[in-house]
Nanobody
C-alpha cells in the first residue's frame, strides 16, 4: 500500500494551493487530509468517502474543497483563501474497513507554509 502526496509549498495569505494524493494497493473506504502544525496535535482537515460523503473541520469550511477520483484512487484538496494559521505539514490518509474496524494508512507529509 502506497500513498503518494504532492502539492504544497509556500503561498501568501489569501492565495491558493492544491494537494493531491494517489493511493495504490487497496480500494479505500475513505480518503482525506490531516495536518500538524508545530507544537500541535495532528488534526483532521477533510475527508471524503467513496460514496462522496464529505466532512470538514470548521476552520476550513468555505475555503477548502476536498474531491476524489475513485477510478484513480486519488484525493485532492483545493485550498483557497489561505491563512497563516493553515501553515502545517499536511498528511494524506486512507482508511479501509476490516471486519468493521477502520485501519489507517498514511502518506508522507507535505509542507504548506502561508506567509502573512
Amino acid at each position: 500500500v502506497q500513498l503518494q502526496a504532492s502539492g504544497g509549498g509556500l503561498e501568501h495569505a489569501g492565495g491558493s494551493l492544491r494537494l493531491s494524493c494517489a493511493a495504490s494497493g487497496l480500494i479505500f473506504a475513505s480518503m482525506g487530509w490531516y495536518r500538524q502544525a508545530p507544537g500541535r496535535q495532528r488534526e483532521l482537515v477533510a475527508t471524503i468517502t467513496r460514496a462522496g460523503i464529505i466532512n470538514y473541520i470548521d476552520t476550513v469550511k468555505g475555503r477548502f474543497t476536498i474531491s476524489s477520483d475513485n477510478a484513480k484512487n486519488t484525493v485532492y484538496l483545493q485550498m483557497n483563501s489561505l491563512k497563516p494559521e493553515d501553515t502545517a505539514v499536511y498528511y494524506c490518509n486512507a482508511k479501509i474497513l476490516r471486519a468493521g474496524t477502520p485501519i489507517d494508512y498514511w502518506g508522507q507529509g507535505t509542507l504548506v507554509t502561508v506567509s502573512s
